[in-house]
């Protein structure tokens, strides 16, 4: 028997037993079509997590930290992260640009309407990487000199605006605090009216040959000069102002350890506004370790960066790229590796639903064996006239796989139609859920290729499975047996 | 099982038995259906065997037929062993060299007759084209040209006797095995069987059959052979087709 026959026969008695082939593969389509529509779920995450790692351009970014203590234990003397850091960062093979992360927080003024920002410095050649490459409207700023700045769409709803387009021309004034040494040494002597001499006049002179209330004394004093200290220097800031013209509307972007600022303010631009600290006390801690408190202009070699983003070449090998960084003595984070790990969970996550679908499917493959043991019970003469005509073990065996294999091509095909009208359905209610939440519509079901052929290997698979018995069970019949006249 | 119990195996036979012994377990006791059956069957004979019921009539045929393997003895076809063929060439032996008729026709009730006949071609490697034109050319010959559509149920006894018939010769088989083909059928349907059996005998088909009908019979058989409890008790050649042979 050629295998057209094996198919013209098996369809035969199948469209014959019309009813029982219609329950049979029902069943088998309920099962592939949970299967599909389960692991849709997890494909149409799974591809927009990608989606978002790609428009990110996340996967040609790693972001470098200076050591934490805990990692300080490593065999690599930890490095300080400053210009001549980035300088080597940006020499490793696969790096195409580093640049430090410079947040600021300002006050933007629109017209009449003030608000409270952070806004990031950059060079101009970082808008054209893949992170700063989504524009709504206008352009990038053309150098790091000119006096543009570019906002991110929050902002144009914050300042009442419909379309981004609306901001692109206009003017801001960006205000920063800045605080200096000068204004906390400043109250060191004086704070709140109280100058060196009434605190003198307090002090019992006589008392001081006493060694406890010389301790006491001293102990205060330095205390409350500390106290004065701090409170001059965050609260007697000096503001520093600026009109700078929006030149373009970007795209917000955060995810987990991603960082961007409401405002992108040129690197030069921005330097009179990081002058000084920003009265931010973690900076000043921050300086006082790396001991360039008084360094005088912040703004040069010497500065520490918390963070440095490398944008890498699409081809670079990330792990090379990381165990570079690692030698110079950084932290590295790499959003590709990141990925990595997600996909991973990914595939634990499918298997998960895979194997919820496949407890489906093995029900209806027990549908399948009932319904070929019962048309063995019932053709037993036909296969005892089969075999009388010359028909084979092999024959008979395939003969019957054909018809479980075809319940399952079936049962496969409108199984995965049917899986897809029910993601259809479920994901227009997830998109009317969201829209009524104000969360924005997000395709949560995917149907790829991969998984079409996996449900139709699967429920052909199985199928051929559950056919296996019945099938084995037709061949061995003893055709004697089937032809006794009855 | 002594020579008594046999005919001695006809020179140059095309088809012969020796020793041929099938036993069979029945609510504990042991059914003895063939016991020592020695049978030579040469090219273009018409043998018929007969005897009454359970005397191992069928079960002979079903081990001529590659169908059923003796408890003991061989089958040789022209000198060669059918226990030795594997079971796919054993198989190929029943779809080139045998066919078979039964006393209940045995047609596959969903098929129409020329289906049936259709799928005897279906295992003896005959392209689907052909199988169509030759089962047609067949029903045809047998006069069922106008019933090929039909069902088995909307056939009479003798014409589904007849698609049965067609479905055995289709293959141009060596040996016709026929079990009791007229059981089932009136006086001149089963004359008309018989004749047919008759008319494919002299166009060379040697043929094997089991009747009780030994009147019928008789005229064409070139040798009758009498079985009783799984022996063979007797062998008669003085029909008329016998000695219009010899």
């Known amino acids: 028997m050629t295998f057209t026959d094996f198919v013209a026969v098996s369809t035969g008695n199948l469209w014959r037993m019309k009813l029982r082939t219609f329950l049979t593969v029902s069943g088998v389509v309920i099962a592939i079509a949970a299967f599909v529509s389960m692991l849709s779920f997890g494909a149409g995450n799974q591809q927009y ?18 050591k934490t203590n805990s990692d300080k234990t490593d065999s690599v003397k930890a490095a300080v992260l400053d210009k001549s850091a980035i300088g080597k960062l940006s020499l490793i093979p696969g790096v195409n640009l580093a640049y430090s992360y410079e947040a600021i927080s300002v006050i933007a003024k629109l017209g009449d309407s003030t608000i409270s920002a952070k806004a990031q410095t950059l060079p101009e050649a970082v808008l054209r990487t893949k992170l700063f490459s989504r524009i709504l409207a206008g352009k990038p700023f053309s150098s790091d000199t000119t006096r543009q700045v570019l906002v991110n769409e929050d902002l144009v709803k ?6 981004p387009d609306s901001l692109v021309g206009r003017s801001i004034v960006i205000s920063v605090k800045v605080t200096s040494l000068d204004s906390g040494l400043a109250h ?23 060694r406890e209330y010389r301790s006491r004394i001293i102990n205060n004093e330095l205390n409350g000069a500390a106290q004065r200290f701090v409170n001059g220097f965050l609260n007697c800031r000096e503001e520093i102002s600026d009109t700078l013209t929006i030149c373009g509307v970007i795209e917000k972007r955060e995810s987990h350890q991603l960082k961007t600022g409401s405002i992108i303010i040129p690197q030069a631009t921005a330097a009179r506004f990081t002058t000084g600290f920003s009265g931010d006390p973690t900076e000043l801690l921050a300086a006082i370790n790396s001991g360039t408190i008084f360094s005088g202009n912040r703004n040069t070699a010497n500065k520490n960066y918390p963070m440095v983003t490398l944008d890498l ?26 990925f990595d790990e997600i996909r991973k969970f990914f595939v634990y996550f499918d298997l998960a639903l895979g194997l919820i679908g496949l407890i489906a499917l093995t029900t209806a493959s027990l549908g399948i064996v009932n319904t070929m043991v019962m048309s063995i019970l019932e053709r037993k003469r036909e296969i005892g006239v089969l075999k009388s005509l010359g028909a084979d073990e092999r024959e008979i065996r395939f003969l019957f796989l054909a018809e479980s294999g075809m319940i399952g091509v079936l049962g496969s095909l409108f199984g995965i139609t049917f899986g897809w009208l029910i993601t259809r359905i479920a994901s227009v209610v997830a998109k009317m859920v969201m829209a009524k939440q104000g969360i924005p519509a997000t395709e949560l079901f995917a149907i790829p290729i991969w998984l079409i052929l996996i449900a139709l290997v699967i429920g052909v698979g199985v199928s051929l499975l559950a056919g296996f018995y019945p099938a084995s069970r037709a061949a061995h019949i003893d055709p004697i047996e089937a032809l006794r006249n009855e | 099982m002594g020579r008594r119990n046999s005919i001695s195996p006809i020179d140059s036979a095309y088809l012969e038995t020796h020793d041929l012994c099938r036993y069979f377990r029945r609510g504990g006791y042991e059914v003895r259906a063939l016991d020592g059956v020695n049978l030579g069957v040469r090219r273009g004979e018409f043998v018929v065997i007969v005897g009454s019921s359970g005397c191992g009539k069928s079960t002979l045929l079903g081990i001529l037929g590659g169908l059923d393997t003796p408890t003991t003895g061989t089958v040789e076809m022209e000198s060669r062993s059918l226990y030795t063929l594997s079971r796919r060439e054993l198989a190929a032996y029943r779809a080139r060299q045998i066919g078979m008729v039964f006393q209940s026709f045995n047609l596959i009730s969903h098929y129409t007759a020329l289906q049936n006949v259709e799928t005897a071609l279906l295992f003896n490697g005959t392209p689907r084209r052909e199988r169509r034109a030759r089962a047609t050319a067949v029903l045809d010959q047998l006069g069922l040209s106008d019933r090929i559509t039909h069902r088995p149920a909307d056939l009479s006894g003798g014409e589904q006797q007849r698609v049965a018939m067609a479905r055995a010769i289709v293959k141009n088989p060596a040996i016709l095995l026929a079990d009791e083909p007229t059981g089932n059928l009136d006086h001149d349907n089963a004359v008309q069987t018989i004749a047919l059996l008759a008319q494919l005998n002299r166009q060379g088909i040697t043929v094997v059959m089991v009747t009780h009908n030994l009147e019928l019979a008789r005229q064409h058989a070139t040798r009758i052979i009498r079985m009783d409890y799984g022996h063979i008790v007797g062998s008669d050649t003085s029909s008329p087709a016998s000695r219009e042979i010899s």
């Open chain 1, 188 to 210: 060191v002597l004086k704070d709140k009216g109280e100058t060196i001499r009434d605190r003198l006049k307090r002090i019992s002179f006589d008392s001081l040959w006493y």
């Open chain 1, 158 to 163: 914050s300042w009442g605006f419909k379309e």
């Open chain 1, 313 to 338: 070449d699409p081809r670079a090998m990330h792990k090379t790229v990381r165990d570079s960084v690692e030698a110079l003595g950084f932290r590295a984070f790499s959003f590709a590796e990141q």
């Open chain 1, 49 to 66: 997590i990608t989606k978002q790692f790609e428009e990110l351009g996340l996967l040609t970014t790693m972001q470098v930290y200076p």
